[in-house]
């Protein structure tokens, strides 16, 4: 039986441990969150409930923990769950400072620590099927692909506020969706945004269009915006020398209505919640699976580094208004440049 323990029961704690409770050979044992929701808690049958993450790390019982507090906490958690020898599945981003992220990679280095991260997108099954169309070489040569990613609805000031900026906190899914779909990194980036739909703009921009060059001289693009008007729009196009791949939206059902106005259908699905309940289920089957058999996570510490260096590089192009180098970051923060 594999103990688990959830830090932090918010919006993601909560999909994890529903997610968890649907795989055999798993015991969401307890949670910890100083703002505790007890009735969902109790309701889950989850036997140990407490305020503090403490309680859980000390535990010896605990195998994993599932780190889904507010991204501030994240690297310090990781650090005192590595030390005890607790595999960790962590929401993303691991932090908003490359610094920091350098250093939780070294200690899970020296603990050899089975780490997951969040990047819930990879489990996807349509999104996995084109990477895979992409690495059996079906489409041939990569030409360009597009990343279409915009919420419905745009949070509240306070969480942009200490969120990072659109970049680290919302585009991060969507560089590492360029890095799975291309199975390349990306050598140079251009960002352009602005604040056009929001009232915070003097902290953050709340729309984005992105470029980049990948290692083989082919091109990506990341359009994002904060919110629309139809639900969560998430749609990619890769586009190869032998063939073209177009992933649409999800609906909750496909009927098309036609009358004397014309014809419609239904919306997008709402959010994330709903857009990729599958695939948050698939990523702890994974996850789970590796802990089973000690295997190698598919997406780690390495991956949650360079889509953050990504990151980096987009807010400095924006800023500076050029195009920005992941060497460049790279050679600021002393990592080896590839
Ligand atoms: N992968 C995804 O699709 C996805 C989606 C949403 C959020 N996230 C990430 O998950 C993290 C949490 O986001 P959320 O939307 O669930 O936030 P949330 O605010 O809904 O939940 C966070 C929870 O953590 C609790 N908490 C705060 N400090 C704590 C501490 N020290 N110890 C224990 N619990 C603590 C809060 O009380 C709250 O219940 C963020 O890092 C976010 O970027 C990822």
Known sequence: MVNVG???AGRIGKVHALSLKKIAGVNVKSVADPYLDEEWAISQGIENRYKDVEE???????????????????????????????????????????ERILKVQEILKENNTLFQIGF??????????ISQLVKNDTLGDLLSLKVVSRD??????????????????????????VRFLSHQNITEITAKGASLITDYGDIDID??????????GSFAMIENCRATTY??????????TKANVNCKNVFDNSVEITNNEGTSSDKPMYFFL???EDAYYQESVEFVNSINNSEKVSVGIEDALESALMAVAAKKSLEENRSVTINEIRE?????VK
Not at 61 to 79: E, K, M, N, Q, R
Not at 152 to 177: K, Q
């Open 120 to 129: 819930n997108r990879r489990f996807d099954k349509n999104f996995k099927k």
């Open 207 to 216: 729309t984005a269009m992105l470029t980049m060059t990948l290692e083989d």
């Open 274 to 276: 709903e857009r990729y």
């Open 231 to 240: 639900g969560y729009d998430q749609r990619v196009e890769v586009f190869g």
């Open 6 to 8: 959830i830090l932090g």
């Open 56 to 98: 859980i790390l000390n535990d010896e019982s605990i195998d994993v923990v599932y780190i889904c507090t507010p991204t501030d906490s994240h690297a310090d958690l990781i650090i005192k769950a590595s030390q005890k020898g607790k595999a960790i599945f962590c929401e993303k981003p691991v932090d908003l400072d490359i």
């Open 152 to 177: 419905p609805s745009a949070p509240p000031r306070s969480y942009v506020e200490s969120s990072g900026g659109l970049f680290l906190d919302m585009t991060i899914h969507d560089f590492d969706m």
């Open 332 to 336: 600021e923060f002393n990592i080896k």
